[in-house]
């Protein structure tokens, strides 16, 4: 898989424009401001709940799981981030115990607020995990990796992966 990486002074020259407006969200990669965290977004493969799926990677080797699902009334695309969940059945409570983040997530695009793509949509010029950063600085996970660097709640996009 290769990436397609523009740097961030690019980015907010809109200079990305074209290179990246094809971009499909399930192909889309983002970092925050400061460069301390990054989304990758990967294909959800046959879920009849989850919209997107991603991974975010803190820092350098924390690496946390993600998936988006839309709830009802109103309809609103609501993320949960984890950090090594069990696999197969598990119980609520352990999934609550390696829940880093969850909430709703924004897209930002040419200056409009709106509500995150589904996967075969465009992919927007920023997203915004709304209350992110507080939660994962929080974490049991964030802490035992030493990390001192907060990342931000809003996601400008950094590539394309093809």
Same mark, same amino acid.
């Given at each position: =898989?290769?990436?397609?990486?523009?740097?961030?002074?690019?980015l907010?020259?809109?200079?990305?424009?074209? !290179?990246l407006?094809?971009?499909?969200? %399930? +192909?889309?990669t983002?970092?925050?401001?400061?460069?301390?965290?990054? #989304?990758?977004?990967?294909?959800?493969?046959e879920?009849?709940?989850?919209?997107?799926?991603?991974?975010?990677?803190?820092? &350098?080797? +924390? #690496?946390?799981?993600?998936?988006? =699902?839309? /709830?009802?009334?109103?309809?609103?695309?609501?993320? $949960?981030?984890?950090?090594?969940?069990?696999?197969g059945?598990? /119980?609520? !409570? &352990?999934? %609550?115990?390696c /829940?880093v983040?969850?909430?709703?997530v924004?897209? *930002?695009?040419?200056? /409009? +607020?709106?509500? =995150?793509?589904?996967?075969?949509?465009?992919?927007? &010029? $920023? *997203? +915004?995990?709304?209350g992110?950063?507080?939660? #994962? #600085?929080?974490?049991?996970s964030y802490r035992?990796?030493?990390l001192?660097?907060?990342?931000?709640?809003?996601?400008? =996009?950094?590539?394309?992966? &093809?």
């Amino acid at each position: =898989m290769r990436f397609i990486r523009l740097p961030a002074a690019a980015l907010a020259a809109g200079l990305a424009g074209p !290179a990246l407006a094809a971009c499909p969200i %399930e +192909l889309a990669t983002y970092a925050d401001g400061d460069s301390v965290a990054a #989304v990758e977004f990967t294909p959800v493969v046959e879920s009849a709940a989850v919209t997107n799926r991603f991974r975010m990677l803190v820092g &350098e080797g +924390l #690496v946390y799981d993600g998936i988006v =699902m839309w /709830t009802e009334a109103p309809e609103r695309p609501f993320a $949960q981030l984890t950090h090594q969940c069990p696999d197969g059945d598990v /119980t609520g !409570a &352990e999934i %609550e115990a390696c /829940t880093v983040w969850e909430g709703p997530v924004y897209s *930002l695009d040419k200056g /409009t +607020l709106g509500l =995150m793509p589904v996967e075969g949509k465009p992919a927007p &010029e $920023q *997203l +915004l995990f709304a209350g992110l950063g507080h939660d #994962v #600085v929080r974490h049991a996970s964030y802490r035992a990796a030493g990390l001192d660097a907060v990342p931000w709640d809003l996601f400008s =996009m950094s590539g394309c992966q &093809e």
